[in-house]
């Protein structure tokens, strides 16, 4: 087994009214993939990089230019069209694999790209968020902390931020000071994809209370999955618990994003419930009842 620590970079369109609505809301257009892999000892064993040229959003917007060094004429002469750039990616990972990211913010732009780009997204792996297992673990404390802070924090040292490759780098250095071989089975997580609607909401009250977004068919038996209605989560994100008849708990993440027109448009992501999740879930519930 393989675990696979990566990070992405994405061009964003050059001003809001450019931002791409359909057939999804597209607001990044992947550029780099940059992963570093580990062995089942948790050992660096390799490292990854790869340019995507961006078809929807081609020029590189100035900030993002800056922020990654990342330029035209790099992802012209390097960059590949984005399933190539992709696939190229998972040849890498080996025969048998997980992911590993620092938080689960990479996961929607990763899901829209295979989306856009007609990448099958039927065959996700096991996933590890490693920010929540340093907060747990380390900090003892559910609060999101930075990459950065983390390896301040451990006294590591590292290279530039907002490369790809660096940055999963980085990561993997956060693995040496965490006992993965005594608590990850806590963390695992299969994570299922849906391709994103185009559905516009009006208000955020209609997104949160329509009832469309609180069932979804479960991917292995095909039956009605229900969910409990939404709870705060993190910024734009919601949760919710769901189940079916045979019993398969799901941990459902709602990304709510506000529009320049005052709209809303909705993304869902499916969990296999884990006793990780089920410990968030559980803290998030307390809290809304405050």
Known sequence: MNYVIFDLEWNQPPDDASTLLEPIYFPGDIIEIGAAKLDDRFQLIDTFRVYSKPQY???????????????????????????????????WCGEEYAFMTWSMSDLPTLIDNMVLYGVDISNLPDWYDLQRIFSREIMRSS?????????DILHETGDAAHDAMNDSVNTA?????????????????????????????????????????????????????????????????????????????????????????????AKRVFQEMSDDLWEQYQDKKELSKV
């Open 173 to 265: 250095k956060i693995c040496d000071h965490l006992d993965l071989d005594q608590y990850l089975e806590e963390y695992a997580s299969r994570v299922f994809a849906e391709k994103p609607s185009s559905r516009g909401f009006d208000t955020l009250q209609q997104v949160l209370q329509d009832p469309e977004l609180l069932r979804f068919s479960c991917p292995w038996c095909g039956q009605a999955v229900t969910c409990e209605p939404w709870i705060a989560s993190w910024k734009q994100d919601y949760i919710s618990y769901g189940t079916d008849e045979e019993g398969d708990e799901f941990f459902v993440t709602l990304t709510a994003s506000p529009l320049p027109d005052g709209t809303y448009r």
């Open 143 to 151: 609060v999101k902390y930075s990459l950065e802070y983390a390896m």
């Open 57 to 91: 959003y081609p020029k590189m917007h100035k900030r993002i230019a800056s922020l990654t060094g990342i330029h035209d004429k790099l992802l012209e002469e390097q960059g590949l069209p984005f399933p190539v750039a992709y696939q190229k990616f998972i040849d």
